[in-house]
């Protein structure tokens, strides 16, 4: 499958399905070194003298589509400016469809109010906009190119396409866009400035973090601007002192906060360019300014890995009936002021799993209407408090944990913290922390194509919901060299990513109503008994050798995190992780604890 081709031997493909672009995208006459399809909607000014302006506008869609009067009023805003061009991040309609007629509506309704802009818009694609190869498609036929870049006074503009990936993972398209980048970037090193944008922050994204590195090499030591989307929060960094940013939104869905560090406001960003270098504030639609530091990658990062840290003690097994958690969570304040921290541990009752403490007592409270326990702790700066979680269930409820939620209140307002399901698990801990360990390499079989998918069956009746759920297919039995399987499907070597990610879309591209299988071996020195934990997008059911383990699939359950019984025999065991895709973007995310630190696994 071409996904796992060498990129060696691939040849170079540079644009080759792109059609041409619709009459409407109009450039003056010759201001522009450019492609001539790139996604462009009006026409440049006259290019005079060395100095420019630019906005940019964050991500339009994905929960704010009832916000266009404030889109609106960041359009007035912008025209007030008269910038030179303004460039998007991304994510301009809901998307996700595979028909035309829809697409067509919806981006009707995003030019209804776009147009208003008194000048040129430039268009980044995202991954609502181009969610699957329809919807590529789509984009090719009216706008051009989905990567490309342009040249305004002396300073190199490259956009890349985050989405490039569904089609063939990394494979022939992907690499002909990273090529383009890289000959693009080497072309044009003596530019007086870089500016790259991207819709998804390849810097803080571990699917793309290869990637991102290539670019970096290519970049060398010269000044750069990078910009992306998809997240809504304003989170600014540097690498080296050039800019990072990934934008906020502007109308988009945004969790309001008045803690501006935290990024959660709506805004645009102008940009001025003078002598090769670059300016940028941030502006709110009403017009009020900001810093571009006003919300630093460093404050989120806080709130999103230096506040909770969840772990546990051995659990206890010794109980015939239920099994025991020493779970527990350390609370630390960064910060230089007092805040406060809300636990909250969700789905206690669909879990089946039980806080073994006294819930009526203080400082613990309990919602009588979802059963939800929370508890409240100020810290001053400096100051850590650990919070018991020990729980019990019954061994048939292992599978599906509870889950954990934080809030810190900061400045009087409560910020949310980020739940980063690629990276960690914000399930009630079973294990050390120290005791997971992820699989550095898989076996992975190309897709089998299933059909439609009933996912109101999920989770109880997974053979209603599609019989290819309980279809032996081949490789449940795990690994095997040469197999062959009914359409031709074999097995390639392919590397997690992250904390135990395997990034579908990075291997095989992104396909619907599909299936795919990733295979390892775990070596015990004796019959044992451990978990993994499993989180699929979109669904993942696990065989240690051969046989399915009934109590931890991941079908969408009470919790999105599965932990899985390995009952490991002596010797060598086969795990073969079966993940199903229903619509969009696939993952699976998988670790084994190992308590005992005896285990070997295999790397392939």
Partial sequence: MLSFVSIKKLQFLFLSLLVLVLSSLAFANGPLSVPDRIPIRGSFPEEEGDSFHFVILGDKTSGGEELWDLFDQAVDSINLLAPDFVITTGDHIPGHMEERGQWDLEWAEYWEHAERLQCPLILTPGNHDISNIQ?????????GASYFQFIWKDCLFLILNTEEERFDGRGPR???MMQFAEQTLDKEK????????FHKPMWDDPRFLRDWLRILHSLGDRAFTAVAGHEHYLSVSRHEGNLLMVMNATAAGVRDSEVKEFGGFHAFAPVTVRNGKAHVSIMEPDG???SVDVSPASFRKKINNAVVFPDADDPDFSDPDFFHTGSFVLLKNPFEKEISVRLVVQALEASGWTLKRDMTKAPWSVDPDDGNASVEVRLQPGEEERIDLAAQAPYEKIG?????????EYDGYWLKKEVMSMEEENALPLYPAKAWKMVPSWQQTEAFIIGDIDVSQLPDNPEKANPWFVKALGPEKGYEKEAVYA???????????????INLNGLLG???LAATFSSSRIFSPAAQLTHGIMYADNFAQLYLNGVLVEEGQALRGPSPFVYVPLRLEEGWNTLSIKTVNNRGDWFLRFLVADPKNNLKIDSW
């Fill in 135 to 143: 919807c590529h498609q789509f984009w090719l036929d009216d706008f």
């Fill in 400 to 408: 599906t944990p509870p889950v954990l939620h934080l809030e810190v």
């Fill in 288 to 290: 009020t300014i900001h």
């Fill in 487 to 501: 359409d031709g499907q074999r097995w390639h070597r392919a590397e997690s990513c992250a904390r135990g990610l």
């Fill in 510 to 512: 992104t396909l619907d």
């Fill in 174 to 176: 992907w690499e002909a």
């Fill in 190 to 197: 003596d530019r007086s400035h870089t500016f790259l944008f």
